[in-house]
């Protein structure tokens, strides 16, 4: 029997991606290793009828629930879109809520977040989930300690990960743990990822969230920031595109779009440069220019604070790499 044994739970409107980046990254570390210390994967679910994962894309279960008894070495639940708002399987909260026994490492991947907190497994634990529905965990599940920022999160035997593909940084850090860095690092090229994300998910985020009124004065200062990005944009300035008081608009922007006019601009000027960073060669402070940060050192002190690398890191780890 293969000395590394992962199950992991599927359910209808599962996200695909969610259960095929972890499998793909223990399926590649197997061709590094030795024929009695190899991963085998099987997926889990209520019955073994076929089910579709939100994409369309039919499954089926290896094993059903009552087929997948337990000593496995690895247990996870993989996401789906509806998780947030929707009631489980009362079948598949029994499984969930027993993966501490049948499991020596359990957890989640993205929303798959939300089925750990039905079945009771977050409260007081460290936990991650979608940046876009870390909120939402928070709230129906306060005892839990939701870090919305993190890529993974391992609390004891507890893992969680971050949206989607984060799944492959939760696997990688696994095969890391057992295998060590140099088997992560082989297996992170073959898939072409990056071996190590540093910093956090936000990086990988559209920040921007358009106001529910496209028309609204908040939402053409919006508009107006994007798309002048290089220039300056003071409080005073901003009023003045809508015909507002500065401190009318620092009120109503914060009251619409849940932060200052100030961390807007910053957050524009940050997603921008990254662009710039991952699809282009310009020179770093051509990027500082163009996006508005005056200068290539304060690019880097906004970048350091914000996302925890500096540009030239930034450009580095995530550029995608060249013809091989």
Not at 31 to 46: G, I
């Amino acid at each position: 029997m293969p000395a590394r044994t992962v199950a992991i739970v599927i359910h209808e409107g599962v996200q695909a991606l969610d259960l095929a980046g972890p499998v793909d990254v223990f399926a590649e570390a197997n061709a590094y290793l030795a024929a009695d210390d190899r991963y085998e994967v099987r997926l889990v679910a209520a019955d073994r009828q076929p089910l579709r994962a939100s994409n369309g894309m039919q499954m089926l279960a290896d094993l059903a629930f009552e087929e997948a008894v337990g000593g496995y070495d690895v247990a996870l639940v993989a996401g789906g879109p509806a998780l947030p708002g929707a009631e489980p399987d009362p079948r598949l909260t029994r499984w969930v809520r027993a993966m501490p026994e049948c499991a020596e490492i359990y957890g989640s991947i993205c929303t798959g977040a939300f089925l750990l907190g039905h079945a009771g497994l977050l409260d007081g634990r460290r936990v991650t989930t979608h940046w876009q529905i870390s909120g939402a965990l928070a709230t129906r599940f306060p005892a839990a300690r939701v870090e919305s920022d993190a890529i993974y999160i391992r609390d004891g035997r507890l893992v969680t990960s971050a949206g989607v593909t984060a799944g492959i940084d939760l696997a990688l850090a696994l095969v890391g743990e057992r295998h060590g860095a140099d088997v992560a690092l082989k297996v992170a090229k073959r898939l072409v990822v990056v071996a190590q994300r540093q910093g956090g998910q936000s990086q990988f985020s559209p920040y921007l969230a358009a106001p529910a009124d496209r028309d609204s004065p908040i939402a053409r200062i919006q508009a107006h920031v994007m798309a002048n990005v290089a220039a300056r944009h003071t409080l005073a300035s901003l009023a003045a595109v809508v015909g507002m008081s500065a401190r009318n608009l620092a009120r109503h922007f914060v009251r619409e779009a849940g932060v200052t006019p100030h961390e807007f601009v910053e957050r524009v000027r940050v997603d921008a440069a990254r662009m710039l960073l991952e699809g282009s060669d310009r020179p770093l402070k051509t990027v500082a220019y163009d996006c508005g940060f005056g200068s290539a050192d304060r690019m880097r002190i906004v970048f350091s604070a914000r996302l925890g690398v500096t540009p030239a890191q930034y450009r580095a780890n995530f550029r995608p790499a060249g013809p091989r």
